[in-house]
Structures are given as C-alpha cells and as structure tokens.
C-alpha cells in the first residue's frame, strides 16, 4: 500500500519557504574608510597607501565599491594636501632658507593631490555626520557596518 504524505509536513515546509521568501536572506556589508586629518602635514602618502590597499583588498573579495564610501584629507579637492619625500635632492637655497628659518624638515617635504580614487568627501565632522544622517539610518537590521580609520590623533 502507497504511503501518504501528511499534510502538517508539507503545510509547515511551505509556509517556512514563504517566511524565508519575506525576510532578506543575507545582510549588506557595508565599509566606511576615514582617512587623513585636519591639515597638509597630518596627510602623509603612507595614510593615502593603506587607503588604495584596502580598497585593493576589498575588490579582490569581490566587494561592491558602491558599499565602499571613503573619506579622506579635504576630499576631492584638487589642492595640494598628501605629503611626501620626493626622490629628487632639496635644492642647496632651500636647505639653507629652512636653516634660516628654523624650519629643517620643510624643504625635504613636498604636497600633492590625493589620488585615491571613490573619495566621497573630507574626513571632517561635518561629512561623517552626515554620512550617518543618510547612509548610516538606513543600515538594516543584520546588516554589518566595518570603519576603517587611518590617520593620527590629535586635536583640532
């Protein structure tokens, strides 16, 4: 004799399939990078590399740059701000002006614009509020929130 199904079963399989159909089934990812400071001299090109490399990392995970808002230095602007020791030597007047002037790290110092591509905006109060303002409230429950900070401490 043929057995039969009961009922209860496939009643109680069918209505866990609608539950999992109504719920999202995984969470966003979502990563926030704050990098720099709050002037040229607190942006050094190391703090802009660990930037570019967790960005590199997070693509080779296969992570949607659209889930990757980045915040670095004065953001976009094409001013002059990442600082660096470039390769060539420190012309001899500039050396003996900073003499001069007390100021001996300055000539082997040179600023460039930031180049990490996706900056969203400055890494100032003002940008990460409200980044939490729009982004931030609208994270759904489960899902995740990673800060990546990169930078110096300090006041100001």
Known sequence: M???L???P???LFLALVALSATPVRAEDHFLTIGGGNAPSHNQVSLEKNVLYFQQVLGGFGIDPKLHDIYFSDGSDPTR???YRPH???PRVNALLAQIFDNSDAPELAYR???IPGVRGPSNRQS???WFDSVGSKLGEGDRLVIYFTGHGGGG
């Open 10 to 12: 496939l009643s109680a």
């Open 128 to 130: 990460l509020s409200q």
């Open 113 to 115: 614009k930031v180049e």
């Open 81 to 83: 701000v990442v600082q």
């Open 88 to 90: 060539e030597a420190v």
């Open 2 to 4: 043929p057995q039969r």
């Open 6 to 8: 009961s009922v209860r």
